[in-house]
């Protein structure tokens, strides 16, 4: 099967500051990659230089198509989703007001004669907060609340692909169930994503690869099963014992 993400020796910067050294990576139709590394060691970056957000030289394509040059509005109507860390919800809009950008964004996929394969009602019935507080201005809501809305809102988006970057940092733990839940639902819509964690929480329930990432490299790359077996991997880079 042809990857629907490639990349390959990427690499990308901060002003003079080097984040990624020559990444290699690729995400399959459907498929959960689970992205994991310590803070600082370069998996966000790798997100927002797929996103066109950082200066990065090397090859990205989608679906076979170059993202050199694109801006972030025209990779997302490709069909890429992006949940950043800090969640980057309209605060002055309602949570409903939110929802409905996100619908308004998969315009394209309509166009191709595609029915949506998250809708409103969906959105609505997972996070059932979000119903509760359709009208209640996102920036009044709580971290967890705008985590789901943030989700939510990339989900409506219809996306082929979603980079979400650490879903269940600082989240209580019936929030994270929630959060998991969307996401193993998308899976088996077809979603592919492309799962960014620092822990294996989330991860260990819907992501059949991992790869992990040390100093703006890839250090490993393998199936779910294979990784847990790696004690030496899980020590160096992630600080497991």
Known sequence: M?????????????????????VTLSVA?????????????????????????VRSEGELRFAGRPLAG????????????YVAEHRDVFAALSVHENLLL???????QRARGRAPRFTLDDAYALFPVLAERRRTRAGAL?????????????????????????????????????????????????VAMLLIEQRLVIARAIASRVAVMGHGEIVFDGMLDAF?????????WLGVG
């Open 228 to 236: 847990v077996e790696r004690a030496d991997v899980m020590y160096e």
């Open 102 to 108: 996100g619908i308004a964004s998969n315009a394209v």
């Open 2 to 22: 042809s990857a629907l993400l490639e990349i390959r020796d990427l690499n990308a910067w901060y002003g003079a500051s080097q984040a990624l050294h020559g």
């Open 70 to 81: 694109l801006r972030t509005f025209e990779i997302a109507r490709l069909g890429v989703g």
């Open 142 to 190: 709580s971290g967890g609340e705008q985590q789901m809305l943030a989700l939510a809102r990339a989900l409506l988006g219809d996306p082929d692909l979603l980079l979400i970057d650490e879903p269940g940092e600082g989240l209580a733990s019936l929030v994270m169930q929630q959060v998991a839940a969307s996401l193993q639902l998308l899976r088996e819509r077809g």
């Open 29 to 53: 139709p459907g498929e959960v990659l689970a992205l994991v590394g310590r803070n600082g060691s370069g998996r966000s970056t790798l997100a927002r230089a797929i996103m066109g957000l």
